[in-house]
Each structure stands twice: as C-alpha cells, then as structure tokens.
C-alpha cells in the first residue's frame, strides 16, 4: 500500500523552510527520503529505521513517528538547488525489499 | 565507482511487440530492484531479485517478467506491449536489500509503446 505525501507542491522563495509529510495507514519499519530532479534519476536523502533517531545532513532533516506511521521532512533556508520532486518510500518490515513510494511533492525554489 | 547503468536509454516499440530491458547493479550489489514511473502512477514497484531469485512481485500482470544472472546484472521483459507500457523504468540496486541501505537508481530506460 502506497503511502500518502503533503502537499503535492511547494513554492518557496530562497532561504524559506518547508516540511513535506509522509503518512501510512500500516505499520512501518523504514522511511526513505529521495528527491528526482527533471529528467534525472531519484537521488537518496536518508533513511530512518524504527527505533531510530531523526536523521539529517546539511539543512535537510527528517523525522520518523512510528506511533503515527508518519515522517516529516524538514528543508531549512532552502536554496535553488533544493528544487525537485521529493518522495518517501516505505517499508512495513526490516528487509521485505518491497518498498512503495508516495506520489511525490513537488518543490520550488525561486530567487 | 560505475553507478547503475540501464540500457537502452530511450525505445520505441509498437504495440503487441515485445521488449527487454538490461540493468547492470553497482559492483558488490546484489539485490536489483525495477520500477516503472508515470506522471499519473509515480514509482510503481515491479520486482526485486537477490542471488537470481525474485523475492518480491508487484501488483503488474504477467506481461512484465524478469529475471537476474549470476553476475547480479538483471533483464525485464514486456511482452504483448500496451500503450499503457509507455512509462519510465527504473531500475535500482542495494548490497543485500533495502533493510538499512537506500537504493541506488539508474537513469532509466524510457519506453515508447505507438
């Protein structure tokens, strides 16, 4: 079951934050952040595990609610290179190599 | 290090044709994952081979197949082709799987189904 992003686009001006949001009605054990610029492969961001700690490199940072079934990732001070479809991809349980993907938000940065 | 390298780049094929798509993983993976991206679908998980095993199957009907040699290079194949084949397909590889790695995508292969 795929799990579902918000919103489906952003528009930012440089240096404005932004969070995009990863929800999923079944229990997870791994959240994946990728980001696709046009015409060009998904590029990995990060991956947080359950029981894991929120993970982050950069300005870009995520977070994992295992309670919920939900992670946020979180863009700071965004620059134009932060420009991009993001997606998160799911995994219900440790190694069951059957990950989905959202359906991707996709984000603006303008000067 | 070569990163993952699917071929051919760009295909053109008429429909109830049939077409194979060639993936060759990072050197040391061995678990190669396919999906097949549309603007209306996004990523749609196809398969994922380890060892020349598939050990998961999306929700796609048997048209699509693949398959995975001993040297970790993997093949999908679609026959009877659709017009609603024309899509992106992404293939992408991990040492053992996605249980702490993230995958490693190719470029793709973007097919053309007229």
């Known amino acids: 079951q795929q799990p579902v992003q918000s919103p489906q686009a952003v528009i930012l001006r440089e240096g404005e934050d932004a969070v995009i949001n990863c929800s999923s009605s079944k229990a997870l054990y791994s959240v994946h952040w990728y980001r696709q610029k046009h015409g060009e492969a998904p590029v990995f961001l990060m991956i947080?595990?359950?029981?894991?700690e929120q993970k982050g490199h950069d300005k870009i940072s995520a977070s994992f609610n295992e309670k919920k079934q939900q992670s946020s990732l979180y863009l700071t001070a965004s620059q134009l290179s932060y420009s991009g479809t993001y997606f998160c991809?799911?995994?219900?349980?440790?190694?069951?190599?059957?990950?989905?993907f959202g359906a991707g938000t996709r984000l603006t940065v303008k000067p | 290090k070569a990163g993952v390298t699917q071929t051919p780049r760009y295909l053109i094929k008429t429909r109830g044709q049939q077409v194979t798509l060639s993936c060759s993983p990072i050197?040391?993976?061995?678990?190669v994952s396919w999906y097949q991206q549309t603007p209306g679908q996004g990523l749609q998980f196809l398969f994922e081979y380890f060892s020349e095993t598939q050990r998961n199957k999306g929700n796609f009907p048997g048209r699509f197949s693949g398959r995975q040699f001993s040297n970790s290079r993997s093949e999908m194949n679609v026959s009877t082709l659709e017009l609603g084949d024309s899509a992106l397909y992404l293939c992408?590889?991990?040492?053992?799987?996605?249980?702490?790695?993230?995958?490693?995508f190719g470029s793709g292969t973007r097919l053309t189904v007229v």
């Open positions: 992408a590889s991990t040492p053992y799987g996605t249980g702490n790695y993230g995958y490693t």
């Open positions: 050197s040391g993976h061995r678990s």
């Open positions: 991809g799911t995994e219900p349980t440790y190694n069951n190599n059957d990950m989905r």
């Open positions: 947080l595990l359950k029981g894991g």
